[in-house]
């Protein structure tokens, strides 16, 4: 049990918490020490309880006088609480301390002791009242005549300012190496701050404090300064600078994987397409923080990592994943080059080898050189998957290990508009340079597979290609009644994905093949039609929408025309 409750009897809570609260109101008054700004931030919780407690006595007994014979100590305890900064500057504490002493203000005093007290009660409101209190509170305020001066707000300013000044001697003395370390000052400023989290006028100390680097290996801001921050912030009562925010996160763990999941959440959510993903990843501040603070995009993508492994086959993670990896990588363009760390910092569980070729954009290097681009790629993960096999003999690669393998998928998965690339090519490839590009295709939706897997599927992908290369293949209509029954058999295959190969490979004959719009659009949509994949073309159709766009596509552009009228008629259909 703690302190209070061991004081608490049936005879009346409230007459056996009054010494103790006056013992603690005698003790934060004499004292201003960060053990002191510790105990008030400590114990306000309590105290509201006590003014509730206090506030239901007072309208229970019928007189001013008759409560001070049951509370004699009330008024000491009011008086005293209601000239501590610390307790008065939490909106809460001082709402309830106005609360107290309206009740115990007598419209009709019938004795010297209401006639004293009342006189006490208005000079007290006159300090506890802002402008920022409820119209009901000012009203009765200038109904009892109390001016409604701004007394509070300006002893909150002057301790915002001393807090400052402290935190500003404590980084010069941090400057100074002869001097003693500051790490109880910065401390003892966060603690001082719990209680003034949600004031206005705090907010330059609170961003001061979170951006101050600890002087040493002990030092930092003080935990339950950082969780009150989390809470006030998370129930948006607390509106933070960009800049906060982000050093927020670089405090506080926990609150860094809240914004994390919460943002994955809502962005993969049921329903979700690659557009809604782009738009929730692009207003989020997360890719900016990740790029201007290594630390933070590493606990990030060791998220991200995680989160992949349960949902290796789930075409919106992968979508959210590109997204996210693409508005990161634009915000470190942004940055100066000296102000951010290298790639290799950033990923340093990656294949180097495949770092800079993934990253690269498509849009950074000319068309005609794509196709020798990926063709290293693809030799580059065929040649890591073959040696670590080799290592591991007979044993299974696992996805949920640390492997190379998965290192190089994980980063193909972020970059995967290589893939796309892939796919738009192997519509122009001939039979004999295919085979790298399909690999590539296969290895993306399937990396778990061993070699002789990864073979027989490749073998089907093949197959697919070859149906599709007929079918679109100019001058080879009109199409007899049987000639889809071979592909729609490989849509409807198992391991589900093979059917998402071929279906990335139809669409994309669909948009980049040479047949006229009209002759596209008709096999694709009695394709669909009969094999019941028509959500998840319209997916891919999204997602190449947007690669177009950032490979400089215009609106106007015959293949983007192509995208988007398929993607019209898909979804009428």
């Given at each position: 049990m703690t302190e209070l409750q061991l004081q608490r009897t049936a005879e009346g809570p409230n007459v056996q918490e009054m010494p103790f609260w006056l013992e603690k109101a005698t003790l934060w008054d004499?004292?201003?020490?960060?053990?002191?700004?510790?105990?008030?931030?400590?114990?306000?919780?309590?105290?509201?309880?006590?003014?509730?407690?206090?506030?239901?006595?007072?309208?229970?007994?019928?007189?001013?006088?008759?409560?001070?014979?049951?509370?004699?100590?009330?008024?000491?305890?009011?008086?005293?609480?209601?000239?501590?900064?610390?307790?008065?500057?939490?909106?809460?504490?001082?709402?309830?301390?106005?609360?107290?002493?309206?009740?115990?203000?007598?419209?009709?005093?019938?004795?010297?002791?209401?006639?004293?007290?009342?006189?006490?009660?208005?000079?007290?409101?006159?300090?506890?009242?802002?402008?920022?209190?409820?119209?009901?509170?000012?009203?009765?305020?200038?109904?009892?005549?109390?001016?409604?001066?701004?007394?509070?707000v300006k002893v909150l300013n002057k301790m915002v300012t001393m807090i400052q000044e402290s935190i500003?001697?404590?980084?010069?003395?941090?400057?100074?190496?002869?001097?003693?370390?500051?790490?109880?000052?910065?401390?003892?400023?966060?603690?001082?701050?719990?209680?003034?989290?949600?004031?206005?006028?705090?907010?330059?100390?609170?961003g001061t404090l979170l951006q101050q680097p600890a002087p040493c290996i002990r030092g930092g801001l003080s935990e339950n300064f950082i969780d009150a921050l989390h809470s006030a912030y998370s129930r948006c009562d607390l509106p933070l600078e960009e800049e906060v925010v982000i050093s927020l996160w670089c405090h506080s763990l926990p609150f860094l994987e809240e914004a994390v999941l919460s943002l994955l959440d809502s962005a993969t959510a049921a329903g979700s397409t690659p557009d809604k993903i782009k738009e929730q990843v692009t207003k989020s501040l997360l890719p900016k923080a990740c790029a201007q603070h290594c630390s933070i995009f590493l606990v990030v993508n060791d998220i991200f990592r995680t989160v992949l492994k349960r949902a290796e086959r789930n075409e919106c993670v992968k979508d959210f994943l590109q997204t996210f990896t693409k508005c990161f990588l634009r915000e470190l363009t942004l940055l100066q080059p000296q102000t951010s760390a290298s790639l290799k910092a950033f990923f340093p569980q990656s294949?180097?080898?495949?770092?800079?070729?993934?990253?690269?954009?498509?849009?950074?290097?000319?068309?005609?050189?794509?196709?020798?681009?990926?063709?290293?790629?693809?030799?580059?993960?065929?040649?890591?998957?073959?040696?670590?096999?080799?290592?591991?003999?007979?044993?299974?690669?696992?996805?949920?290990?640390?492997?190379?393998?998965?290192?190089?998928?994980?980063?193909?998965?972020?970059?995967?508009?290589?893939?796309?690339?892939?796919?738009?090519?192997?519509?122009?490839s001939g039979p004999e340079d295919c085979g790298s590009l399909l690999w590539l295709l296969t290895f993306y939706h399937r990396p778990t597979n061993r070699w002789h897997h990864r073979a027989a599927q490749l073998v089907q992908a093949?197959?697919?290609?070859?149906?599709?290369?007929?079918?679109?293949?100019?001058?080879?209509?009109?199409?007899?009644?049987?000639?889809?029954?071979?592909?729609?058999?490989?849509?409807?295959?198992?391991?589900?994905?093979?059917?998402?190969?071929?279906?990335?490979?139809?669409?994309?004959?669909?948009?980049?093949?040479?047949?006229?719009?009209?002759?596209?659009?008709?096999?694709?949509?009695?394709?669909?039609?009969?094999?019941?994949?028509?959500?998840?073309?319209?997916?891919?159709?999204?997602?190449?929408?947007?690669?177009?766009?950032?490979?400089?596509?215009?609106?106007?552009?015959?293949?983007?025309l192509r995208v988007e009228d398929l993607h019209s008629k898909i979804k009428q259909m």
């Open positions: 004499q004292s201003d020490s960060s053990h002191t700004r510790k105990d008030i931030s400590l114990n306000l919780r309590s105290l509201r309880d006590f003014f509730h407690q206090v506030l239901t006595e007072i309208n229970n007994v019928s007189s001013t006088t008759e409560t001070m014979k049951r509370l004699p100590l009330l008024g000491q305890v009011l008086g005293r609480l209601c000239w501590n900064p610390y307790v008065t500057a939490d909106g809460a504490s001082r709402g309830l301390l106005l609360q107290c002493l309206l009740a115990l203000y007598s419209e009709h005093p019938s004795n010297a002791v209401e006639r004293k007290a009342n006189e006490w009660i208005r000079k007290v409101l006159c300090r506890l009242t802002t402008e920022e209190d409820d119209g009901a509170t000012l009203a009765m305020m200038k109904h009892l005549g109390v001016p409604t001066r701004e007394y509070y500003w001697k404590s980084r010069c003395s941090h400057s100074n190496r002869n001097q003693k370390c500051s790490c109880g000052s910065i401390q003892a400023a966060s603690e001082a701050f719990m209680s003034l989290i949600t004031c206005a006028e705090a907010s330059p100390v609170i294949p180097s080898s495949l770092l800079l070729y993934l990253l690269t954009m498509p849009s950074e290097m000319p068309r005609e050189s794509w196709k020798n681009h990926l063709m290293w790629v693809s030799s580059t993960l065929q040649r890591l998957t073959e040696e670590e096999e080799e290592e591991e003999g007979s044993d299974a690669i696992n996805i949920r290990g640390h492997s190379r393998v998965f290192e190089a998928w994980f980063l193909l998965a972020q970059c995967a508009h290589w893939v796309q690339v892939a796919v738009q090519l192997l519509v122009t093949k197959a697919a290609w070859d149906q599709l290369y007929s079918i679109f293949s100019v001058g080879a209509h009109p199409l007899p009644a049987d000639r889809l029954q071979p592909l729609l058999s490989l849509l409807s295959s198992r391991p589900q994905q093979l059917s998402l190969i071929t279906l990335h490979l139809l669409v994309s004959f669909a948009v980049f093949g040479q047949l006229p719009l009209s002759t596209s659009t008709e096999i694709t949509l009695k394709v669909l039609d009969q094999s019941g994949l028509r959500e998840e073309a319209a997916h891919f159709l999204s997602s190449l929408r947007l690669q177009l766009n950032d490979q400089g596509c215009s609106a106007n552009d015959s293949v983007s």
